[in-house]
């Protein structure tokens, strides 16, 4: 054999080996769901056995995936619905999707685009669009299902369209880069709108002047369109003719969770945006500038971790008064969700503000001196399927545990055993273990606060510059004395900052 046809048969074997590992990869696939949605059944069966209310029962098995894979909720809810729908409408799809056929992203797409198509059509569909899908893209697949469906039943893509102006809704999530990015589901001529809108005020309310592409414009009108309706025009002229008669802002409240070290300029570790995630010192700090700032003192440790309810009863601390009343103060629940910053439950990502405020140690309302206080260390923050989860542990419905540690840490343990530790995620970024030195030298301009009228924060931050303060940081007093004081009722409403203050000086 020559040595170009060895080369060629090396390239022929590569490709065999890669189509094999795609088949191998998406049957691997197809058995992960298939067994996700068993033990979906199992559990399911089980918690009717205990009287668990229908309408939920089964739901906790994407949390018990996601301790066990160490996935996200959403991703093993996912799994679930796609399981059930394979299972039960789809039996062509399920078959070749086993046999390694079809990936997930074909199979994902022939479930969402017949989801609402009549049963006996797709029992006439589903063969065709099968076969048609082992040799086409997952783009032109889509298109295709769609013009089929419409030749076939358009009776189904209006009911289709429906659904989906009823599900309508925007979800703002964070980018890899630290911007922010939008997903919104609109009706058709309201999206069109909304483009046209952002086009008229991005070409009509700034002048031949301003610094911004079309593109950036845009972006910044749809936060105008929260704010004043209006963009304001950023040429820096004072007289630009496209300043007049701006109308005052109206801003929504906005968290930030940093510790004082990073606000201070001192240290460059992350801060936490509530909602949306982690951000770099640098915009934390320009977020900084028009806040107003509450203080929160750095939670005690309270040793090892607990093994039961009453165990954990044991571990409050005892500096904290127990609340004998059952809904915390304002204070207090503002503590509670800044510490913890979205649901304790591994892998939800329910922001802390839409979150329940539950009695790690159930409350008890008949003799409340007896255990369960609405202290910081007894609450812990469940969005409302968590809530019912933890509910239904207490009252032994589930063979679940959540087991109480130190330093707000709780251990979930699944019915057949896998566990995971959920640790308080503001705390990270309130009071970073790990303190990231700055690279730069420290710029007053870019760091400087203005704080609305709080004296006791302001306290707290030069205080914590006289413990901090070495020969190598000579700028820190002098820049922070200027700035912080220079502008202190320019603070704009609607910037919240949860400020991390630690108990004793940094080690620097």
Known sequence: MSEFAARYEARLELVDRLRAAHATLAAAQADKIRLETELYHLRRSEELEFGINPAFAGESVATEIAVTLKCSQRQADHDVNLGLALQHRFPHTREAFAAGQLEPAKVQIICAELDSVADEVVATLEPRIVQHALDIDPSRLKRTIRRWVLEVDSRAQIKRRKQAERDRDVTIFARDDGTAGIDATMTAEGGRALYHRLREMATGDVCGRDPRTLGQRRSDALAALADTGRLACQCGRPDCPRSDDLPEPRRALVHVGVSAETLLGIQDNPALLQGFGAIDAHLARRIARHARFVVLPEPPETGSTPTSSTEAADHLPATAEPELRYRPSRALAQRVRAFDAVCRAPGCTVPAALTDLDHCVPFDHSDPVRGGPTTEANLACRCRRHH?????????????????????????????????????????????????????????????????????????????????????????????????????????????????????????
């Open 388 to 508: 019912r989860l933890k509910t239904d542990i207490d009252n032994g419905y589930v063979r679940w545990r959540i087991r109480q540690g130190a330093g707000r840490r709780e251990e979930w343990v699944t019915p057949a055993g896998a566990s995971m530790v959920s640790e308080p995620e503001g705390v990270e970024y309130l009071f970073p273990r790990e303190r990231v030195a700055k690279v730069q030298e420290l710029d007053p301009a870019e760091g400087s606060v203005m704080i609305e009228n709080d004296f006791g924060c302001a306290a707290h931050l030069f205080e914590l510059i006289r413990l901090t303060k070495a020969s190598r940081w000579p700028d820190v007093e002098r820049a922070w004395s200027t700035t912080l004081w220079k502008d202190v009722t320019r603070a704009v409403p609607g910037v919240e900052i949860g400020l991390g203050v630690p108990e004793s000086a940094p080690p620097f």
